[in-house]
């Protein structure tokens, strides 16, 4: 059970780094607004293709995926403002255990990444009608959804040297994990090469944990979560391991 003086820390910096995020609020609006554009305008094409069951989900399950890869932006512009401040190292210095400044920073762009996602599916479900299997299943595929895009933007802003090259990061990074793992375009549809390689890609799991839990299937959500897991240990220990190195290379604006 966590210490009271450690429970108040990590609230105050929960406190203060919602603070910076909401701040600059622009790039979270962005990314809860554009989805709904984005699945409005499509959803007739992906009815038209798959019927009006299938269509409706594919058209809110991919536009889910591709935004949230998109808002890796989010995390991993999060950690970099800490690199190009230089506070990491002052914070360091505070009473406060490395454990307590990650969860306070973590905790902040968890919430705003899942808001997203909740965002978009209450969307589907409520104005599109989209048909849901199992809420149970649902919000565990979010959790390990979000966890892994947590994840790989954190690996992402301790990697990169500047906004510019985060920007590069998630936009190509996104598309090309959203595209590759069957997001937009079904995979079914797509040419053999692109099918052998899409397990490769967390999107890939991403899409078939959403429609595993919204078919209400336990045994392939399970599998899939497993697999999202899998993906955030990996992107975890190697920002973990570049941040316990130093950051090596100056980071700028």
Known sequence: MPRPESAGRVRALVRHNTTLLLREPGPLASRMILPLV???????????AQGAREGTTQAVTGTLVTFSLLALSIAGGSVLSE????TWERLRTTAAHPLELLTGKA??????????????????????GMP??????????????TGTLLAL???AGVLVRSQGELSAAYDIGGMLLSSLGGALVPLASMPGWVRHLAPASPGYWAVSALHAALDGDAGRTAVCCAALGAFACAAGTLAAIRVGRGWGRSATL
């Open 83 to 86: 690199r190009v401040g230089h």
């Open 132 to 145: 849901l299997g199992h809420p149970g299943l649902l919000a565990l595929v979010l959790l390990a959804w």
């Open 38 to 48: 984005f699945v409005t305008l499509l959803r007739p094409l992906y009815e038209a």
């Open 107 to 128: 905790v902040p762009v968890l919430g705003a990444m899942l808001a997203q996602q909740v965002v978009v599916v209450g969307f589907g479900v409520l104005v599109l």
């Open 153 to 155: 933007g954190t690996m």
